[in-house]
């Protein structure tokens, strides 16, 4: 499995790079800090599998990093290469977000 750091993310966005950005934590979660993407929840992601782009590197996040990680277990075992998990969750960006 494939793991990206949110400075990678940030120097991805600088490059102009095309990718897709998943939280797939909670509404209620999401509401209180995240870096943007599209939201669509852990247990809506099997059933939602389709809204994920196949042509372009993935990254999905969560709060520690297990929750995408299980989800890019299951789609990797359906076929698919391009994900990246977000490297330790989004749990120690927080306080950088919060400020």
Known sequence: MKEISLDQINQWIQEQRVFQLIDVRTAG????????GENIPFDELMQRKSEINTDRPVILYCEKGIRSLLIIQRLEALGYSNLYNLKHGIKPYAEKLLK
């Open 29 to 36: 979660e999401r509401a209180q800090y995240q870096i943007g």
